[in-house]
């Protein structure tokens, strides 16, 4: 609907969804480009009021109550210049995983001929896209916002997630596209089944990985395998073999975590490059350290306020701003060994699992004697 009351009631209704979460603002921005675009600011100028009213609300209460921060203060905290280069360097990663994510949200063996056919479809989808763009259609403006938004996200590990927002548009628009596509040459209302036939392609390309991860649940013969399938290492694999091998390195990891917690002070604060998983499974206090972008005296800072760092030999992927036991090449020389987990007890030439460490600044070469922690 274009009428002026649709305009005014559909930004109310998107400005307070931007509340509700922070991407929400892509939704009330690309509302405002299509209402600028169509109706040329014309008719119901009270629709960007409507729609930036509630956020501005919110950051005036946040900033009342001493919570000034926001994603674009945090991203930027190392000032503009340095991470816009340090983004526009970073394309190539996020595109690769753009691409590695898309196909798994459909198919978590990431097959090749999902790939493929995925791809494929992309034609139609974009051929769509594009013509709805040029309408000024929100949901296009919105698509259009958010994929510019994550080509230069900073943190494309969690990619996985935020492709799940655009996959109803991609199945929507794909549709749309062959529908167009095969009514070529053909009157109107002659292919109602075009939209049932792309669906059904997509349905044959996650076929394969729901039966995978039903017989992966079915697989699960001990009680604690019946555990393992809540967690995700589980799927994705060929084989049961690599299914349990990648499930016990995780809970591995998670274990690291709770035994280097247990022998912490209560009021510790530790700089780890998982904090949120180490604050659930450490229950100790945790921040991330700031990114490689970041200049050496703000990572000083920040490890002098959080002086406890976990060293980890795990990261996400892709490991855009956190590399293997980040930060000990920025600062090896400035922290203290004070218990290093062995990746295999039995192979003490491996590299570590972790390494739990205190920073001290310069000169802090002279390492407590570290003691290996209790576990397997």
């Avoid at 390494?355 to 576990?375: I, N």
Wanted: charged residues 15%; positive net charge; glycine residues 6%.
């Amino acid at each position: 609907q274009t009428s002026p009351r649709a305009w005014r009631g559909a930004a109310l209704l998107l400005g307070l969804a931007a509340v509700t979460r922070s991407v929400g603002l892509l939704v009330a921005a690309a509302l405002l480009l299509a209402w600028a675009w169509r109706t040329r600011g014309r008719e119901a100028r009270l629709v960007p009021l409507l729609a930036l009213a509630p956020t501005v609300a919110w950051l005036l209460i946040k900033t009342s109550h001493g919570w000034p921060g926001s994603y674009a203060h945090t991203l930027f905290a190392d000032g503009v210049l340095r991470v816009t280069v340090a983004l526009v360097a970073q394309l190539p990663t996020n595109l690769h995983a753009l691409a590695y994510h898309f196909v798994r949200c459909f198919d978590s063996l990431n097959g090749a001929h999902s790939a493929l056919i995925l791809a494929t479809l992309l034609i139609p989808a974009g051929l769509s896209f594009v013509q709805r763009l040029r309408r000024g259609e929100v949901d296009a403006c919105y698509a259009a916002l958010y994929l510019l938004v994550l080509l230069v996200w900073p943190y494309p590990n969690h990619f996985a997630r935020f492709l799940l927002v655009l996959l109803p548009l991609f199945c929507a628009y794909a549709c749309l596209g062959v529908a167009r596509m095969l009514a070529r040459g053909v009157p109107a209302g002659r292919c109602p089944f075009a939209s049932a036939v792309t669906a059904g392609v997509l349905v044959l390309v996650m076929l394969p990985s729901l039966l995978q991860v039903l017989q992966s649940i079915a697989a699960a013969a001990s009680a604690q395998e019946r555990v393992h399938t809540r967690i995700s290492s589980w799927y994705g694999h060929d084989s049961l073999a690599d299914a349990r091998a990648s499930t016990a390195f995780s809970l591995r990891v998670l274990d690291v975590m709770a035994v280097v917690g247990e022998q912490l002070p209560r009021d510790a604060c530790v700089s780890s490059t998982m904090a949120e998983v180490f604050m659930l499974h450490g229950r100790r206090l945790s921040r991330p350290p700031p990114s490689q972008r970041a200049e050496l005296a703000s990572l000083q800072s920040a490890l002098v306020a959080c002086p406890y760092v976990l060293l980890l030999g795990a990261t996400a992927f892709p490991a855009a701003d956190f590399p293997r036991y980040y930060p000990l090449a920025r600062v090896k020389d400035e922290l203290a060994t004070l218990l290093t987990v062995p990746l295999d007890a039995t192979r003490p030439e491996q590299p570590p699992l972790a390494v739990l460490t205190r920073y001290h600044g310069r000169g802090a070469t002279a390492h407590v004697p570290y003691q290996s922690a209790p576990l397997d």
